[in-house]
């Protein structure tokens, strides 16, 4: 399919008129869109019958519209349509593979006994020997090879029919060896009805797929929080389409920092370097993340690129000439926030070749590698000379240059007690200040209080030289906070809202491992803590308001499961996006079957493990199921076998059933799927991974059962997706990875702390006080709308409207506290400008903003679908009122860790 039509298909449900299967269009091209009202041909329609039937079965239905255009095409170009189509929808799910697990006859073939299973397996290893009879059952001319590990295997004992790999290494088995036996179609196995699927997808038809994409970048590049990996594989794409050589339809502004590198990377060869340069980069930070993304590694700063790419001598020389423009405190202070990428980097631009045209840059690049300059050197006097038109920021010490940045003199002014001096500091830097504001709270004089010792959070010993009151830094954080990106925003807001004790959880900057320790914190003033968060939630207020005026908002009080997502640059590419910490519902049906698919490259053997650990309500151990334990309780888990190679293109795929009533008859309540690399192989060395799972599904694999799919990507090597909750009957999102050694990786291993992560996730997320897409869908609809409709679960919608002199912040407090509505809806709910709902069955104005977690059924004219995230980014900062510094993206602490606390 093509690149473009595949991620409106995705992101829009939208199909690309002319483009999702010809050669790439263009401003020329018509896509050979047939007029309106063409005849139905005979064969064509058909066609058309036939591939509404095929995507019915995938959960997928066409719209009248695409529909309609279809009909018009030709045979050729349906079934080219139709074939691209298919294949895309299917890869979404998980479908578009053959999935073979070891036991073909999963569930009934698995062995009731794992132990003497194994038992067995090991006693053929050691004891058969080739012309010799079968040591299990002592027949004679029944022991062959098999190709390629060449283990002994008896024909009797081992059904060819039931394995689909040696039944001693469960290696793959060659397809063409004769051991293989043709097995029963694993479709007619239904030990249960099918769930229902009650709410289809509508596909729809996007005439103008140039246009489309065009909107669909501009909506990419305006976000203010960090992009997954999937978002950024789509800016790429799309710029890829877009792009003409001078790039001068790029925005003024792309706000987010690790995209503007990202896109500068895939144009800054083919326009005016030293002009791309110029309006997109204006920190040295900026120049770092654009060397990563042309070296084919992370913008974001987190891992190395995988090799040091040569630069042609004019795009070094423009980097150079950048940084050297840039002002001298600030460059030598980013050079050293990051002082391992730089050293790298300065192999590859050669900065002292160059230091007689880019002092400046060669002098920040000195006081980085610590380079001694003697003055009776060429190079040493022009590095002295040039240093001493900086007095204020460098200084000589011996032969060396030295610096003090922003950062050390925030933490010299904290350490002394200078709270006065530190708050000043920090108020040049509202991105800053917010990341430390939990930290600063617990140092103001509280209000109403007149000694210093009451502070209560100054180290003992620490001088106290300056008392700064609450409302100083309230003052301070009212103008801070207009300069600061919306995730930044919520972030600090959820952070200050949550109470102290227990446990603090810490998740590095862009990262989904997580660390513990106790949390010995003095606890905030509950009215401190108010009147922050009103400062905070009053700015997303004003925001909003500054957005056009709706008429009808309709809500889904559902949306207070799921939490806003500040970041996603570590959010696993998914079926169903949910940030992390996110809780819904798991399947209604008692019969939930997680896969796992993947194929290993050439001449690496992967070894995956899906496994499954049951923890009871305190989180003591229950049991497992995985290689080790094909079965706990009987049926109550069942894994359909451990293989260990997944050679293309079959590659290899395993089940595990979970039956929710027999596990908590077992005394189970929370159950943690995991995916383990056993063989320390990371992710994103597969040739494809993925997983996820069905409800009740009508054979091994039923697309039409598929709820969630997500890939393995990335260098982890442990996947927790999820924590189920098997009483409430709810999963809360984890996306998390463990912290890995060695290998031989498996539940046994890391029981506890699975345990830990699962029991941190739970009580952090479920008692403490993030900020939801409930809470952000409440500011648009209480500063931009008259009429609020809030769809509840229980009931008919409730009904609120703005009153007389009611501003913003007053009837937000009404529709968030869900209070004092207006009156209920009996009749069907009028058609909304704007609607942020759990599923997509709603009544929308043409035009309409819609954002559903399930957008199933959506239709109508022009609608434009939101992520998560764009709701976020409507409540960005105007570019004028952006201050210096970096738009950051998360609130943690100075080390640049996102603190999760636990209560």
């Not at 140039?210 to 501009?218: G, K, P, T």
């Not at 005026?549 to 806003?564: C, F, K, N, Q, W």
Request: proline letters at 7%; aromatic letters at 6%.
């Amino acid at each position: 399919m093509d690149p473009v039509a595949e991620v409106l298909l995705r992101r829009r449900r939208r199909v690309a008129a002319g483009v999702i299967a010809a050669e790439p269009f263009s401003a020329e091209t018509t896509g050979g869109r047939p007029h309106r009202g063409a005849v139905l041909k005979p064969a064509v329609g058909s066609g058309v019958v036939a591939l509404e039937a095929e995507l019915l079965q995938a959960g997928f239905l066409l719209s009248a519209e695409l529909h309609q255009w279809l009909a018009g095409t030709d045979a050729t170009e349906l079934s080219r349509v139709g074939h691209h189509l298919v294949r895309a929808i299917l890869a979404e799910l998980g479908a578009d593979v053959q999935h073979v697990p070891l036991f073909r006859d999963f569930p009934r073939s698995v062995p009731t006994d794992t132990a003497e299973f194994y038992v067995r397996r090991v006693f053929t290893l050691l004891l058969q020997e080739s012309e010799r009879p079968c040591v299990l059952c002592g027949t004679a001319g029944t022991v062959h090879p098999v190709a390629p590990c060449a283990h002994l295997v008896c024909r009797t004992c081992w059904d060819g029919a039931v394995f689909s790999a040696c039944p001693i290494c469960h290696r793959r088995v060659d397809p063409d060896d004769p051991f293989l036996r043709p097995a029963d179609d694993p479709v007619a196995e239904a030990t249960t009805a099918r769930a229902p699927r009650t709410q289809l997808t509508v596909l729809g038809l996007c005439e103008d797929a140039e246009a489309a994409s065009r909107d669909l970048l501009e909506g990419l590049l305006a976000r203010q929080t960090p992009l997954s990996a999937e978002d950024r594989a789509d800016v790429m794409t799309l710029v890829e389409r877009n792009r003409p050589a001078s790039g001068g339809w790029l925005p003024e502004t792309i706000p987010l920092r690790e995209t503007r590198a990202t896109v500068l990377a895939a144009l800054i060869a083919d326009g005016d370097a030293d002009d791309l340069l110029a309006r997109h980069t204006d920190t040295a930070t900026d120049v770092l993340r654009l060397l990563y993304a042309l070296m084919g590694g992370d913008p974001g700063l987190r891992t190395p690129p995988p090799r040091r790419t040569t630069l042609p001598r004019g795009l070094r020389r423009a980097l150079l000439g950048r940084l050297d423009a840039m002002p001298m405190a600030r460059l030598t202070e980013d050079v050293l926030r990051y002082t391992g990428p730089w050293t790298r980097m300065a192999e590859v631009l050669h900065p002292h070749e160059h230091h007689l045209r880019f002092p400046g840059a060669a002098l920040a690049f000195a006081v980085l590698r610590g380079t001694r300059l003697d003055a009776e050197t060429p190079f040493g006097r022009a590095m002295l000379s040039q240093a001493a038109r900086h007095p204020g920021v460098l200084r000589v010490d011996g032969r060396r240059l030295r610096t003090v940045t922003f950062a050390a003199q925030v933490e010299n002014a904290l350490r002394d007690g200078d709270l006065a001096t530190a708050l000043a500091l920090l108020a040049r830097r509202p991105g800053e200040l917010l990341r430390r504001l939990s930290h600063l709270l617990r140092l103001v004089q509280p209000s109403g209080s007149t000694r210093a010792s009451e502070q209560g959070a100054l180290a003992p010993g620490v001088p106290v030289r300056d008392v700064v009151g609450a409302g100083s830094l309230l003052a301070v954080l009212e103008e801070a906070v207009r300069k600061v990106a919306p995730g930044v925003v919520v972030a600090t807001l959820g952070q200050v809202r949550t109470p102290s004790g227990g446990t603090r959880l810490f998740q590095p900057r862009g990262g989904a491992l997580f660390w513990a320790q106790p949390d010995s914190r003095p606890e905030l003033p509950a009215r401190l803590v108010g009147d922050v968060a009103d400062v905070l939630t009053r700015e997303m207020l004003r925001r909003a308001g500054t957005l056009p005026p709706l008429d009808r908002v309709v809500l889904d009080e559902g949306l207070t499961d799921l939490i806003a997502p500040a970041s996603e640059r570590s959010a696993t590419s998914a079926l169903v996006r949910i940030a992390r910490g996110g809780l819904q519902p798991i399947p209604r049906g008692e019969r939930i079957r997680l896969f796992l698919h993947w194929t290993e490259p050439e001449g690496t053997r992967v070894d995956l493990d899906l496994s499954v650990a049951v923890y009871d309500e305190r989180w003591e151990f229950v049991g497992l199921c995985d290689y080790t334990s094909l079965r706990i309780g009987g049926d109550a888990a069942v894994h359909s076998g451990d293989l260990t190679s997944a050679p293309g293109p079959l590659g290899s795929s395993e089940f595990v059933d979970l039956d929710v009533r027999a596990l908590r008859e077992l005394g189970g309540r929370y159950v943690m799927p995991v995916v383990f690399s056993f063989d320390d192989v990371p992710f994103d060395q597969l040739v494809r991974g993925f997983a996820g799972f069905m409800e009740s599904p009508a054979g091994l694999f039923d697309p039409l059962a598929v709820r969630q799919r997500f890939d393995l990507a990335g260098p982890a090597k442990t996947l927790v997706p999820l924590v189920a909750d098997l009483w409430s009957r709810t999963m809360r999102w984890a996306d998390l990875n463990l912290s890995t050694r060695g290998r031989g990786h498996d539940v046994d291993g890391y029981a506890a702390q699975l345990a830990r992560l699962g029991s941190a996730l739970e009580d952090f997320y479920g008692l403490g006080e993030r900020v939801t897409l409930w809470e952000v869908a409440c500011w648009h609809a209480a500063a931009r709308a008259g009429e609020v409709l809030v769809r509840r679960g229980d009931g008919a919608p409730l009904r609120y409207a703005r009153r007389a002199g009611e501003d913003a912040w007053a009837f937000a407090s009404r529709l968030m506290a869900a209070r004092d509505p207006d009156g209920t809806v009996d009749g069907p709910v009028g058609a909304a400008s704007l609607a942020a709902v759990i599923d997509g069955d709603v009544a929308l104005a043409p035009g309409a903003e819609v954002y559903a977690l399930y957008p199933d059924r959506l239709e109508g004219t022009g609608l434009r679908l939101l992520d998560a995230a764009d709701l976020l980014s409507g409540l960005a900062v105007e570019p004028e009122e952006v201050g210096g510094g970096e738009v950051l993206s998360s609130a943690g602490s100075t080390a640049g860790a996102v603190e999760v606390q636990k209560r």
